[in-house]
């Protein structure tokens, strides 16, 4: 029994549809999937619609941007099978609101540099809670300026010494993960080796406010391995893994089922979800 519990769909900035996401899981030989969509739940009735279509369990996710304050720098959460879901609703809304406020001023800035139109970028964006870089980079590929989502003409343009960058503003960790707990659901830090997020994982962990740890991410660099294996272990976390899938709006080739989540992390998510 095996799971990728870290996916993106067009819900969000991914580049698949919620069906081929569902569809290439199981062909891809998965017993379970997260879909984990950013500061969304709105695809999650539908992903387990097909999840029973195609045989494959769908484990209903979030994936909540935040701000670690202490230290000035983005957080990430997973959100796993939250029992009321409606309690992180005004949460997520206020971010997807902002994202998108700061997104359209970020394209407008690109549009006064290349001949691309609002319309354009809008239609990649089609089906989305709100507009992401990604959509903007993938009409500056139609139009032949790049050939890559996250490259240089990226950097040049949206990261955050670029040209056209608008800073967003992101809700507090700990309201989140209190949010999280309150909602019932299972909250995962992700990426905490790229986001440098792993000695903030242990400061939720004491707070009871943290369950669990993405060991297994693309972007995990090897010498953060003992210092993850060393957190799992003291606060006895729940190590997962995901792929962190956005199809082709990403930086490199990544599979569905790149990392993956053991049989055992699962049923411990499942047994504690349980017991909330």
């Not at 089906?127 to 032949?144: E, K, P, Q, R, V």
Request: glycine letters at 10%; hydrophobic letters at 35%; aromatic letters at 8%.
């Amino acid at each position: 029994m095996i799971g990728d519990l870290h996916c993106h769909s067009r819900f969000s900035d991914g580049s698949m549809g919620i069906d081929d996401l569902i569809f290439y899981a199981k062909r891809a030989g998965l017993d379970f999937i997260a879909l984990t969509d950013h500061d969304t739940l709105s695809g999650n009735n539908r992903a387990e619609q097909l999840g029973k279509r195609f045989g494959i369990g769908v484990i209903p996710g979030v994936e909540i941007s935040a701000f670690d304050r202490s230290r000035g720098r983005k957080v990430h959460l997973l959100c796993y099978q939250p029992k009321t879901p409606d309690r992180l609703e005004g949460l997520l809304k206020r971010t997807l609101e902002n994202r998108d406020k700061c997104v359209r001023e970020s394209m407008r800035k690109v549009m006064q540099l290349f001949p691309v139109t609002e319309e354009h970028i809008l239609r990649n964006a089609k089906g989305s809670a709100s507009l992401y870089y990604a959509h903007i980079m993938n009409a500056l590929i139609d139009l032949g300026y790049t050939n890559e989502i996250y490259g240089k003409l990226f950097k040049e343009l949206l990261g955050p010494q670029g040209s056209c960058y608008v800073r967003h503003e992101y809700p507090d960790v700990w309201e989140a993960a209190k949010l999280i707990r309150s909602a019932g659901g299972i909250c995962v830090v992700a990426h905490p080796s790229s986001y440098r997020s792993i000695e903030l994982a242990g400061e939720l962990a004491r707070e009871g406010l943290c369950d669990g740890l993405e060991r297994f991410h693309p972007n995990n660099r090897p010498e953060d391995d003992a210092a993850l294996d060393a957190l799992i272990e003291t606060y006895h976390l729940i190590p997962t893994g995901g792929t962190d899938f956005h199809g082709g709006f990403t930086s490199r080739p990544n599979p569905i089922g790149t990392c993956l989540t053991e049989k055992n992390s699962l049923e411990r998510i499942f047994k504690l979800s349980k017991s909330r």
